[in-house]
């Protein structure tokens, strides 16, 4: 019996016992995927509700199925995990948006910092690529996207979150002696700025923010690098709570 395939329906609601499945996710699973009556696949709402079914009907344009059990908050952290990264030339953004969603982040705020080059951002496309990167880590929640945003709107955000502010000097801590304060947070706040480093200015407001200035390691990494290890380190954290 083929198991583990994962649809998006937003629609779908907690208590639901039958669903029909239609368009791109149909074809997808019967067309290219073959299944087949009494196939088992699960379906999320990006809001933290899974469920797993069985398909008890294929028609030609869609396919009926029969929830089985539901499960919340499948695939999630305990605790809420941010993601602040200044606008990245190229697709670079696009990629730090799949890995931070397989990695478990709850909100990703591209920002726009005093050395971001790139001015725009394909919102739409970032969405796809979190939908897609969401099915396939068998998480339950969506991640929030905001649109692009100025570094000193978002600093006024989430004031009782631990903010962990990569910033690669010597005087930053390293980011795994900030373990005991990361898991007792319930919210953790990750920012990495672009690949001209946070400007004086916000590198001021981020201290007299109480932010906790971190460092990466020795080595200088790129801005999507920096962004996915640090995701990375704090999500493992944060999954030894489970």
């Known amino acids: 019996m083929i198991t583990g395939e994962q649809v998006y329906l937003p629609a779908f609601k907690?208590?639901?016992?039958?669903?029909?499945?239609?368009?791109?996710?149909?074809h997808?699973?019967?067309?290219v995927r073959r299944f087949v009556e009494g196939n088992e696949i699960w379906v999320v709402n990006g809001s933290g509700i899974s469920a797993r079914t069985e398909i008890q009907e294929i028609s030609d344009?869609?396919?009926?199925?029969?929830?089985?059990?539901?499960?919340?908050?499948?695939?999630?952290?305990?605790?809420?995990?941010?993601?602040?990264?200044?606008?990245?030339?190229?697709?670079?953004?696009?990629?730090?948006?799949?890995?931070?969603?397989?990695?478990?982040?709850?909100?990703?705020?591209?920002?726009?910092?005093?050395?971001t080059i790139k001015k725009g951002?394909?919102?739409?496309?970032?969405?796809?690529?979190?939908?897609?990167?969401?099915?396939?880590?068998?998480?339950?929640?969506?991640?929030e996207i905001y649109e692009l945003t100025p570094f000193a709107q978002v600093v006024k955000l989430w004031g009782s979150a631990l903010h962990v502010f990569c910033h690669g000097e010597d005087a930053?801590?390293?980011?795994?002696?900030?373990?005991?304060?990361?898991?007792?947070?319930?919210?953790?706040?990750i920012w990495i700025g672009p690949e001209g480093d946070w400007s004086k200015d916000e590198i001021?407001?981020?201290?007299?923010?109480?932010y906790t200035f971190t460092g990466l390691g020795p080595r200088r990494l790129r801005a999507e690098t920096a962004a996915i290890h640090a995701v990375g380190l704090v999500s493992a954290l944060l999954q030894d709570l489970a």
Do not use: W
Not at 172 to 184: A, G, K, V
């Open 28 to 31: 997808h699973l019967i067309r």
């Open 121 to 143: 951002l394909n919102q739409k496309r970032l969405e796809r690529i979190a939908i897609a990167a969401m099915k396939q880590s068998r998480r339950s929640r969506l991640p």
């Open 14 to 26: 907690s208590g639901q016992s039958q669903l029909k499945i239609k368009g791109s996710e149909y």
């Open 172 to 189: 930053s801590i390293p980011l795994l002696n900030s373990t005991r304060q990361i898991q007792t947070a319930n919210q953790v706040v």
């Open 204 to 210: 001021d407001l981020a201290s007299v923010s109480d």
């Open 61 to 115: 344009d869609h396919l009926t199925i029969q929830v089985i059990e539901e499960e919340a908050q499948r695939g999630e952290l305990q605790k809420e995990l941010i993601l602040a990264v200044a606008n990245l030339k190229g697709d670079h953004f696009n990629l730090i948006v799949e890995k931070a969603t397989e990695l478990g982040v709850s909100t990703i705020i591209p920002l726009l910092t005093d050395h």
